[in-house]
């Protein structure tokens, strides 16, 4: 996680299925305005990776 105004720091994900996982994010209350970027990345059995990222403008 990449919040303005504060360093990044990262949340955990539960498995819930074959190939389904979920994470719950809570923003901090000690951010501030800008852009917050999610990073999400994923590794298989092979060495394989995938990562996606999107951003949100706070105000």
């Excluded at 498995?15 to 501030?32: D, E, F, P």
């Excluded at 059995?45 to 996606?52: E, F, L, N, P, V």
Aim: aromatic residues 8%; glycine residues 12%; hydrophobic residues 25%.
């Amino acid at each position: 996680m990449d919040q303005p105004g504060l360093s990044r720091w990262r949340v955990t994900t539960s498995k819930t299925g074959k190939h389904k996982y979920k994470v719950t994010i809570r923003l901090k209350s000690a951010g501030k305005a800008g852009i917050v970027s999610f990073k999400v990345k994923g590794y298989d059995r092979d060495g394989g990776k995938q990562s996606t990222t999107v951003t949100y403008k706070l105000h």
